[in-house]
């Protein structure tokens, strides 16, 4: 089965600081990846779509980018409301594995 | 609007059953698979499993961990999906969401989620 791995797991910025948080999986999935955004209480937001295009009323401070193996999620200019938990996903078929998440903290 | 409501959700004794229901409108439902991810307290997200449209046949998959003891099934005339959990054990205990799945987008509609407490 292919499985997702992101890094890191928790993820320390302030208010305007551009982050990046990877994603690798273990065989190439071409670009069926999915960025998610989760926040407690709240069901996941789908933010990207296909590695790298922005879902319909998402920020453009959010963009992804990878193709294969190795993807990645930036924030340009993080915002209060970013703080929150990102997991990455195949969809491409079973199993419809999620990353294990990277937490955003505010430094 | 496009919105997936779920319900069933509550307290159950381990080796108890629950049957969850994931109401679907707004859109065709018809047209996409349907999924549940859990996510258990202090835990990430899990997908749990799927069940595909009438025109795939409505192929089902779970996930490896949880295969035997679940059954994910739909009823179109309903625009309703379910997911009959049996033998639970207390690591079930989690909010469940239903959510489509887009070939394109991925899982772009998801439900507000329904707690599953398994106690002993």
């Known amino acids: 089965d292919i499985q997702m791995t992101q890094s890191p797991s928790t993820l320390s910025a302030s208010v305007g600081d551009r982050v990046t948080i990877t994603c690798r999986a273990s065989q190439s999935i071409s670009i069926w990846l999915a960025w998610y955004q989760k926040k407690p209480g709240k069901a996941p937001d789908l933010l990207i779509y296909k590695a790298s295009n922005l879902q319909s009323g998402v920020p453009s401070r959010f963009s992804g980018s990878g193709s294969g193996t190795e993807f990645t999620l930036t924030i340009s200019s993080v915002q209060p409301d970013d703080f929150a938990t990102y997991y990455c996903?195949?969809?491409?078929?079973?199993?419809?594995?999620f990353g294990q998440g990277t937490k955003l903290e505010i430094k | 609007e496009m919105q997936l409501v779920e319900s069933g959700g509550g307290l159950v004794q381990p080796g108890g059953s629950l049957k969850l229901s994931c109401a679907a409108s707004g859109f065709t439902f018809t047209d996409f698979a349907m999924h549940w991810v859990r996510q258990a307290p202090g835990k990430g997200l899990e997908w749990v499993a799927r069940?595909?449209?009438?025109?795939?046949?409505?192929?089902?998959a779970y996930a490896p961990s949880l295969q035997g003891r679940l059954t994910i099934s739909r009823d179109d005339s309903k625009n309703t999906a379910y997911l009959q959990m049996n033998s639970l054990k207390t690591e079930d205990t989690a909010v469940y969401y239903c959510t489509r799945l887009s070939p394109t987008y991925g899982m772009d509609v998801w439900g507000r989620g329904t707690t599953v407490t398994v106690f002993s």
């Open positions: 069940v595909r449209t009438y025109l795939n046949t409505y192929e089902t």
């Open positions: 996903q195949r969809y491409n078929g079973y199993p419809y594995s």
